[in-house]
């Protein structure tokens, strides 16, 4: 079956950091790639996404870029805020499945002033 | 421009009752889920549905009803509540095809006591 594979949280960074929250995931077949994320309280909403090899999504200063060869989704931004602070999904989707959505267990990412 | 609304936001109910979480969405989606989120874990899918009469078994189906009757809400229902149902529940839509996002409500946190 699918499966999605996200770093292990939780990720502590300073202000102005550079984040790297890595995902991977195994699947017959190409899905499109997605990061979602949720506040405290709330549901998840879109980050970014990608629906094909060598896309790159990107949304709010996060960039991922989808690698077909190393089957990897890695979520990166360049100077962090303490707004970022939120837990962070990486998912896929195939067309042939009814929309339905497999997740990652989520990184949770906390940034200190 | 409500998005996926979901009712109630928190229910405390005990061992053995039975409810009903709302859910309904105004964006006119062919394609509705529900999933649950256990603390430090990804969403599970329990049912999904591709349109009005249609309705399917997710992942983890065991203990949940639904039904869609209309393209705007399906309902999830618990029967004889048990404490391993205690979770956090989240509707959400998607328009037809892996390659558009969903959209989630903000969640039931349920627990059974």
């Known amino acids: 079956g699918n499966s999605v594979t996200q770093m292990e949280g939780p990720v502590t960074l300073s202000e102005e950091a550079f984040l790297t929250i890595n995902c991977t995931y195994t699947?017959?077949?190409?899905?499109?790639l997605f990061w979602y994320v949720q506040y405290p309280g709330e549901g998840l909403q879109l980050l970014l996404k990608?629906?094909?090899?060598?896309d790159k999504g990107s949304n709010k200063g996060f960039e991922a870029t989808y690698r077909k060869e190393t089957t990897s989704f890695h979520l990166e931004k360049g100077s962090v805020q303490v707004s970022d602070s939120a837990v962070y999904f990486c998912?896929?989707?195939?067309?042939?499945?009814?929309?339905?959505?497999?997740f990652g267990d989520g990184t949770t990412l906390t940034v200190k002033p | 421009n409500a998005g996926v609304t979901q009712t109630p936001k928190f229910r405390i109910l005990k061992i053995g009752q039975s409810m009903t979480l709302q859910c309904a969405q105004d964006?006119?989606?062919?394609?509705m889920y529900w999933y649950r989120q256990d603390p430090g874990m990804g969403l599970k899918l329990i049912y999904y549905?591709?349109?009005?009469?249609?309705?399917d078994k997710g992942e983890v189906p065991n203990g949940y009803n639904v039904s869609r009757s209309t393209t705007e809400d399906f309902p999830l229902r618990l029967e004889l509540a048990a404490p391993s149902q205690t979770s956090v529940y989240f509707c959400?839509?998607?328009?037809?095809?892996?390659?558009?996002?969903?959209?989630f409500g903000q969640g039931t946190r349920l627990t059974v006591v």
């Open positions: 549905s591709v349109g009005a009469g249609i309705t």
């Open positions: 998912a896929l989707t195939f067309n042939t499945n009814a929309g339905k959505s497999t």
């Open positions: 699947a017959t077949g190409y899905p499109s």
């Open positions: 964006m006119n989606h062919n394609y």
């Open positions: 990608a629906t094909k090899a060598d």
């Open positions: 959400a839509s998607s328009s037809q095809g892996a390659r558009t996002e969903a959209f």
